[in-house]
């Protein structure tokens, strides 16, 4: 399995960015996909979640109103479009990913539950 994020850049507060994270090696649409991101000195955390199979999604409430994550089957692609940024959201983002049931609520954001995980790419707002 293989994840590919992209889409990252440079952005003022109050624009939008979309990232795609493009999964390939998986024989089905039986799993899911993480967003997560980390800022400078900061710890790892769940940004997003979607369940490829049936489309189920989670949110942090930091981002919940704001971002929006699709999936794309026909292409093995999830997007995170990201609206209305703010400079607290400059971090790392990375995909992940994780085979099998959908995960809940109160799971979707263990970053110890996905194997998988992409590269990273790296969103910068200024203020």
């Known amino acids: 399995v293989q994840l590919q994020a992209s889409g990252g850049g440079l952005v003022q507060a109050g624009g939008s960015l979309r990232l795609s994270c493009a999964a390939s090696?998986?024989?089905?649409?039986?799993?899911?996909i993480g967003w997560f991101r980390q800022a400078p000195g900061k710890e790892r955390e769940g940004v997003s979640y979607?369940?490829?199979?049936?489309?189920?999604?989670f949110y942090a409430a930091s981002v919940k109103g704001r971002f929006k994550i699709s999936r794309d089957n026909a292409r093995n692609t999830v997007y995170l479009q990201m609206n209305s940024l703010k400079p607290e959201d400059t971090a790392g983002y990375f995909c992940?990913?994780?085979?099998?049931?959908?995960?809940?609520?109160?799971?979707?954001?263990?970053?110890?539950?996905?194997?998988?995980w992409g590269q990273g790419t790296l969103v910068t707002v200024s203020s």
């Open positions: 979607i369940s490829v199979s049936n489309g189920s999604t």
């Open positions: 090696g998986f024989t089905s649409d039986y799993y899911n």
């Open positions: 992940a990913a994780r085979r099998g049931h959908r995960l809940i609520s109160s799971r979707w954001a263990d970053e110890n539950l996905y194997p998988y």
